[in-house]
């Protein structure tokens, strides 16, 4: 007998010879070939010990071939075979630690494996853990549960992501929540408390780049294509550098302030540095006329130097923003004519910064811009020119605070800071503080509500702005 068809298989016996009993009782089939189902041919288990209880119904156990990307063929053994109540066969495997088992070269792999006759792929059902040397950085293991297609290998990375002993383990950026505050980076690898605010996270799915060596999470379209919108997080092996690109937060609490910043993040595992640049949105309620009179003022200085937008990230802050569609016929404009003619309402913020450098001082406490800052636009208004200035974010027990001070030269300024609950803010330009002052209260303040915590914006003095420039030498 050639082989003998039950459900959706084909047993074939290893001497092409079956006994069957009385009663119709068939002795179990050993050393034989089990291919399922007969129609696809997906897998070839080999080694198998078949026992056929009737025309639609069997249970074995035996062995399956994983086949790599570089065709090495990797035995698993199949501890369950059988038919479910649709007549198609399953089965299910088990990988110990001690095997040292890989999915491919970049990544281990120990625990359950499930096949299902009319899919092709394998479903892997336990931990994983990629290859690197890196200092500072662990290899911890991550679970997932996913069919895998050996020569394309995409791993589900979850929202909460747990090691093999139950442990939480990140992708990405964070800053630590003890004093005194620091940033580190993680991929797969444990975090340092659950209460840490995260920097930049990226969920999705988990890819090696051969041609860049570096591990990447994210989107599959975003892994393929990077300029798309969305987080990606990777992991440079060689140089030992987690990078980020995307929407990226300060981990810091502002109440009812918002600072974001879209671009790139890189921290650096040796050195233990955190430093990026991009597009830097300061969203935060104010008095539209000061705004919009600063804007005029850093339009009409002389000598400005202009912000050459296609030279930033500003298109990718407004793919972000917007989407893909409706970015790209303003990417078209911009490119075109140099300016969006009419900003949409997604892109009016009180204060979007085009170009800035941020770093981790660690000294300081604090996030901190390097060199000239590249100002976008001032809520409808395009601007589009460099200043000199600081951006100043201070991670503080006692309440977060953001610091912003543009300067068009020494003696012409604007200066904006908040602290517990309160915007400050002054300028050079006594106008600009006279519309602060004579502001009503109505105006200037937001209650304590669903959206946030009370706030108000109030004009300070010029001490504040000078004990911020002698803090930073400007």
């Known amino acids: 007998m050639q082989y003998i068809q039950v459900a959706d298989a084909l047993i074939t016996p290893d001497s092409m010879r079956v006994r069957i009993r009385k009663n119709a009782e068939m002795d179990p089939l050993t050393n034989t070939v089990i291919t399922a189902n007969f129609v696809t041919k997906h897998h070839r288990i080999y080694n198998a010990t078949a026992n056929i209880k009737a025309k639609r119904s069997y249970t074995a156990t035996g062995t399956i071939d994983y086949i790599d990307e570089n065709n090495r063929k990797l035995p698993i053994n199949l501890f369950s075979i059988g038919v479910d109540t649709a007549y198609q066969t399953r089965a299910v495997g088990r990988i110990a630690p001690e095997q040292d088992f890989q999915l491919n070269p970049a990544f281990d792999f120990f625990g359950d494996v499930h096949l299902t006759a009319s899919i092709k792929e394998l479903t892997f059902s336990g931990s994983t853990r990629i290859q690197h040397g890196c200092e500072g950085l662990a290899r911890n293991w991550m679970r997932f549960e996913s069919p895998i297609d050996p020569l394309e290998i995409f791993i589900p990375v979850g929202d909460t992501l747990y090691d093999d002993q139950g442990q939480r383990i990140g992708a990405g950026l964070h800053l630590t929540d003890e004093d005194p505050f620091s940033t580190y980076g993680t991929f797969l690898s444990r975090t340092r408390s659950k209460d ?279």
């Open 196 to 474: 840490d605010r995260d920097i930049i996270a990226a969920r999705g799915l988990l890819f090696y780049d051969k041609g860049r060596k570096e591990y990447v999470i994210s989107n599959k379209d975003k892994i393929r294509q990077r300029n798309l919108p969305g987080a990606l997080v990777s992991l440079a092996v060689e140089p030992c550098v987690v990078m980020a690109d995307g929407p990226i937060d300060f981990g810091v609490k502002l109440g009812r302030v918002r600072t974001s910043i879209v671009g790139t993040m890189r921290y650096e595992t040796v050195e233990k540095k955190a430093f990026g640049n991009g597009v830097l949105v300061a969203d935060f309620h104010f008095l539209d006329n000061a705004l919009e009179r600063m804007a005029a003022e850093i339009i009409a200085y002389p000598d400005q130097q202009a912000l050459d937008i296609g030279k930033t990230y500003y298109e990718k802050f407004m793919r972000e923003a917007l989407g893909l569609e409706k970015s790209d016929k303003l990417i078209s404009e911009l490119s075109i004519k140099g300016e969006i003619k009419k900003l949409p309402d997604e892109l009016v913020k009180p204060i979007v910064l085009g170009d800035v450098k941020m770093r981790w001082d660690g000294p300081e406490q604090s996030w901190v811009s390097d060199g000239p800052i590249g100002v976008a636009t001032v809520l409808k208004k395009p601007v589009y020119r460099q200043v000199k200035g600081k951006v100043h974010i201070e991670r503080k027990r006692s309440g977060d605070i953001m610091t912003l001070y543009l300067a068009l030269d020494d003696q012409t300024y604007y200066f904006f800071q908040y602290s517990r609950n309160m915007l400050y803010a002054f300028s050079s330009d006594q106008q600009f503080n006279t519309m602060i002052s004579e502001a009503k209260d109505d105006k200037r303040k937001l209650p304590d509500n669903k959206d946030g915590p009370e706030y108000q914006y109030v004009l300070t003095n010029k001490k504040k702005v000078d004990d911020f420039r002698d803090r930073f030498g400007l």
